[in-house]
């Protein structure tokens, strides 16, 4: 089993563009989450899908992000019109299918680090 | 608010030494605590959950409700526990981790 991938590891865009970072997770599991690491501070978590089902978006910004989880294919995080401010590394992890919660191990990619000029 | 708060940015101990790495929660039901930790050029992995009650590497980690905490302990550090390492709550159900600020355990030879 390969673990958790994520595309690019990492990625340059200027101001404005948009940032699509993909995420594939171990097989088998069908819960996913993002978080995000700004520089010096610990993970934040922005959003837990299943497939086809965003389950809580709680911590994603209201405007410009956006996320899925198809019944094909691997998890897309969408930054459109990037600023600076996105500059950050973006973990995806997953987990198996049943409960999500109650002590479940969450197994971490290996982030994509986004650099926005 | 849920929040973890992890004081310490950085740890140096010599190799032998004992340690304790400090977590505290803030959280008004009945917490799911971990502590994850990440080595240098690998990914983020968990060490333990404090449901399991397990000693990982020599490492434990005991759930004090009444002063919020979840300390991860080892007696006697090795030069490779040095890494990152994250307590994170699951407050929701949901398997949604709030995670605390990471502490760099440093191990000196």
């Known amino acids: 089993n390969a673990g958790v991938m994520q595309n690019p590891r990492h990625l340059v865009r200027r101001r404005g563009q948009e940032a699509r970072l993909r995420c594939s997770p171990m097989?088998?599991?069908?819960?996913v989450y993002w978080y995000r690491q700004l520089p010096e501070e610990g993970l934040k978590f922005m959003v837990y899908?299943?497939?086809?089902?965003?389950?809580?978006e709680s911590g994603m910004p209201k405007e410009r992000f956006s996320a899925e989880f198809p019944k094909e294919g691997p998890s897309i995080l969408r930054i459109q019109q990037v600023v600076r401010g996105d500059s950050a590394a973006y973990f995806c992890?997953?987990?198996?299918?049943?409960?999500?919660?109650?002590?479940?191990?969450?197994?971490f990619g290996p982030g994509t680090r986004l650099t926005v000029l | 608010a849920q929040r973890v708060t992890q004081p310490e940015k950085l740890l140096s101990v010599f190799k032998g030494a004992p340690v304790e790495l400090k977590c505290n929660y803030s959280?008004?039901?009945?917490?799911?605590l971990f502590w994850y930790v990440q080595y240098s050029r690998q990914r983020l992995q968990l060490l333990l959950r404090h449901i399991s009650r397990e000693s990982i590497k020599g490492f434990t980690a005991d759930l004090n409700k009444g002063e919020t905490s979840f300390h991860l302990k080892k007696p006697f550090a090795q030069e490779e526990d040095s890494a990152m390492y994250y307590c994170a709550l699951d407050s929701s159900n949901t398997g949604k981790l709030i995670f605390g600020q990471g502490t760099t355990l440093q191990v000196k030879p």
């Open positions: 959280y008004s039901g009945s917490p799911e």
């Open positions: 992890a997953s987990s198996p299918p049943g409960l999500a919660g109650g002590g479940v191990e969450q197994f």
């Open positions: 097989k088998g599991h069908s819960h």
């Open positions: 899908l299943q497939k086809e089902n965003i389950i809580d």
